[in-house]
Each structure stands twice: as structure tokens, then as C-alpha cells.
């Protein structure tokens, strides 16, 4: 299990206030005293004058723990560089890495992500994109490249490039969830599985429909209103499944659907945290497992919901 950081500087979507900023380093410290050292970010990560924020953050909080880091690389950082128009050349998508190492402070990432793939719109980008992949590994800048966003039938032709580069592909992150578990997540996931790819399942939690937290008369401010409004409605029978099981489980629902569904299906979910109270909450997650009747009641019940999340649109098939 890792943590995502999307929430860390997006004041639109997650209502961040730089008076967060220290619980989240209670957060960051936490996580690694109790062995997780997987940090998912983005250099698009923060909004307006707060864009790199998220990167800004985890550098500052590397350098201030007083925990268990004895070198930056037992701080696992995935960092994913969007695809922006204007960066068209490998040297540009290198420079990318770069400045967020200087936002990081540190010397090398764990995993650099090609945050999405232009295949759908600029399928001449896209070779420039996968090269800045190989410079990066190859000057070290790495120590792993990832993707995100990529279904299965591009996964495997930047696996193939990166292979004849010498580059081996490490990761795949995709939003993977019981609300978001088509066709395509599981035909991606068993590719990820053909070549040795390790899926990085975000949005665990379905933005935080899967919680229990929130119902038609108790949204959350902000956009997700809109889509938790169209949503939410459909999902008794799934929220019941999943609140039975928890009982049963002496866990929370956003422990059994956010952390172990997805590690009994052989992902890493990253689940976002802004609170202490968030992470406490994801670690009781580990050490158990679903059993199979379990996982196959809770699919049952998630093929039943008449609308599923909406998939990212930079999503390629």
C-alpha cells in the first residue's frame, strides 16, 4: 500500500489551506513509522500560484522526519509528469523531472510516471514522451518508470519500446476500484500480470463514495457533489454489502473496500490522506485478508450498481 497526495495543495477539488500543512507532515510520519514509504504525487499537483505543491511538501517532510529515513531512497517517491502541448521532446520531459526533483530536494525518484497518454489526440507526442522515459532511467534521474492512465492495448506497445531501450516498465496506474472495475481495469490488470507490471490501483475509495460517509442529504463540497449526486443513489446495495462484511470484520468500510479489495486482487492502492485520522484508519487494513466468498459477495454487489465512476478521460484503450 502507498498514499496518494493529489489532495496536498488542490483547493478546488479537496479544499486544501496551507494550515494543513501540518497535519499532513503527522500524516507523512506516521505512514512511515508504520512501514509505508509509497508516495504517489504529480508535477500538475496544486492549483494556481500552489501548482508542485504536493512535491514541494513531501521534499520538505523528507528533510524534517525524525523517523525511520536513514537515505532519501527509503522514501519511495512516484512522481507523474503531465503530458502538457509544450512539452514535445524528450530533453523537455527530462527538464520536467528535473524541476521536480528541485521541488523534492532530492537526488533521484523512485518511479517517474508518464502521467497520461497523448495516443488519442497527439499520437506524435507520444514517442518523444516514452524516449524522455528513457533518458531519465538512463541518466538516473529514476530508479523505475511507470505510466499512468494506459489501458491495455497501449500498455503493451510502451512496454515493447521501453524493452527494445533496454528500459524495463515498472508500474501501472490506473483508477481501480469495486466502482470501477469494467472490462478493460481487469483486461489491463491481467496484462500488468503477463508482463511482470506491478498496477498502482488510485481512487481506491471512489473519491470517497465507498466510505460510508456520505449520503443524498450529506455531500461533499466542491465538484464531487455532482457526480456523488448521480451516483451515490445506486449504491445501497453495495454500501449495505460492504458495511455487513466490515461488521463482521471488526473494520472499517473504507478499509475493507479502499485497501484490502484492491490487495486481494493484486494491486497498490493508493488511497489519498489529509488526515492522521485518514491514515490510522487505511493501516488497520493490513495484515488480513477478504476471504473468496467474501471478494466474490462484494463483486456481486458492485455489478448491480446502475452507474459506475467515470473513467479519467485521458484514459487510452
Known sequence: MGFGTWAWGNQLLWGYQESMDSELQECFNLALKNGINLFDTADSYGTGKLNGQSERLLGKFIRE??????????????TKFAAYPWRLTSGQFVNACKSSLERLQIDRLGIGQLHWSTANYAPLQERALWDGLVEMYDKGLVR?????????????????????????????????????MG???????????????????????????L?????????????????FRQILP??????????????????????V?????????????????????????????????????????????????????????????
Request: one cysteine or more.
Open 65 to 78: 522526519c525524525q523517523g525511520p529515513i536513514k537515505s532519501p531512497d527509503d522514501v519511495i517517491i512516484a
Open 144 to 180: 523505475a518508470v511507470g505510466v499512468s492512465n494506459y489501458g491495455p492495448k497501449q500498455l503493451l506497445k510502451i512496454h515493447s519500446y521501453l524493452a527494445s531501450r533496454g528500459v524495463p516498465l515498472s508500474s501501472a496506474q490506473v483508477q481501480f476500484s469495486l466502482l470501477s
Open 183 to 209: 472490462d478493460e481495469q481487469m483486461e489491463l490488470k491481467t496484462v500488468c500480470d503477463s508482463l511482470g507490471v506491478r498496477l498502482i490501483a488510485y481512487s481506491p475509495l471512489g473519491l470517497g463514495m
Open 211 to 227: 466510505t460510508g460517509k456520505y449520503d443524498a442529504s450529506n455531500l461533499p463540497n466542491g465538484p464531487r457533489s455532482v457526480l
Open 234 to 255: 445506486g449504491l445501497e446495495s453495495l454500501l449495505s454489502c460492504l458495511s455487513g462484511i466490515a461488521d463482521r470484520k471488526g473494520k472499517t468500510m473504507s478499509q
Open 257 to 317: 473496500v479502499a485497501i484490502n479489495w484492491c490487495i486481494c486482487k493484486g494491486a497498490i492502492p493508493i488511497p489519498g490522506v489529509k488526515t492522521v485520522r485518514h491514515v490510522e484508519d487505511n493501516l488497520g487494513a493490513l495484515g488480513w485478508r477478504l476471504s473468496p466468498d467474501e471478494i466474490s459477495e462484494l463483486e456481486a454487489a458492485a455489478m448491480e450498481c446502475p452507474k459506475k465512476m467515470v473513467q479519467n478521460i485521458f484514459q487510452t484503450a
